[in-house]
């Protein structure tokens, strides 16, 4: 089951944080979150996964930035989020959608008990122009049925800025 907009309201401060919260951003049955100023690209023409991946820094300006075709951008939500007893979705909005923007490939489902921003992996039709600060995507929280385990992979929990893949760590443990 969805959690309701105003039910995510009520969880806020105790199995829902989302920090910075502001009501204009709570709709119906999400809350937008919006785009941090920072994008990570990465710097190799062939990236590997059982090695980690060369990455460069990119700025978003006051005037926007266009994003390419064909070409993978790490960002980040400026909100930092943390859930207990509900797990996690992000989806884009509709409004970027319709403009052809992506803002994950895979990576929409999170683990109930994650903590830290929710890095985007943003990819465009058509060259495009972007801003920080766009409410970019919005999150929604599915109830868990039965017992669980909480999140606590070591490789993204608790983030402070964009993740790169951390892939590679997997083939280290075998």
Same mark, same amino acid.
Not at 75 to 103: A, H, N, Q
Not at 140 to 166: A, D, M, W
């Given at each position: 089951?969805?959690?309701?907009? =105003?039910?995510? &309201? $009520?969880?806020?401060?105790?199995?829902?944080? !989302?920090? #910075?919260?502001?009501?204009?951003? @709570?709709? %119906?049955?999400?809350?937008?979150?919006?785009?941090?100023?920072?994008?990570?690209?990465?710097?190799?023409?062939? =990236?590997?996964? &059982? $090695?980690?991946?060369?990455?460069?820094?990119? !700025?978003? #300006?006051?005037?926007?930035?266009? @994003?390419? %075709?064909?070409?993978?951008?790490?960002?980040?939500?400026?909100?930092?989020?943390?859930?207990?007893?509900?797990?996690?979705?992000?989806?884009?909005?509709?409004?970027?959608?319709?403009?052809?923007?992506?803002?994950?490939?895979?990576?929409?489902?999170?683990?109930?008990?994650?903590?830290?921003?929710?890095?985007?992996?943003?990819?465009?039709?058509?060259?495009?122009?972007?801003?920080?600060?766009?409410?970019?995507?919005?999150?929604?929280?599915?109830?868990?049925?039965?017992?669980?385990?909480?999140?606590?992979?070591?490789?993204?929990?608790?983030?402070?800025?964009?993740?790169?893949?951390?892939?590679?760590?997997?083939?280290?443990?075998?």
């Amino acid at each position: 089951m969805i959690l309701s907009g =105003l039910e995510i &309201k $009520k969880h806020l401060g105790k199995e829902i944080i !989302i920090e #910075p919260y502001d009501d204009k951003y @709570l709709n %119906p049955n999400s809350y937008n979150l919006r785009l941090n100023n920072e994008l990570l690209v990465y710097d190799e023409d062939i =990236l590997d996964m &059982k $090695k980690p991946n060369k990455t460069k820094k990119l !700025i978003i #300006p006051e005037e926007g930035l266009v @994003l390419e %075709p064909g070409k993978l951008y790490l960002g980040r939500t400026m909100e930092y989020t943390k859930t207990d007893k509900y797990v996690p979705m992000l989806e884009g909005r509709s409004s970027i959608g319709r403009l052809g923007l992506f803002i994950h490939v895979t990576a929409g489902f999170g683990d109930v008990g994650f903590s830290g921003y929710w890095t985007l992996e943003i990819h465009c039709i058509q060259p495009i122009r972007i801003y920080a600060g766009v409410e970019i995507c919005q999150i929604y929280y599915h109830s868990i049925e039965g017992e669980y385990e909480k999140y606590c992979s070591g490789k993204y929990q608790n983030n402070t800025g964009i993740q790169p893949s951390l892939l590679y760590k997997d083939f280290e443990k075998k």
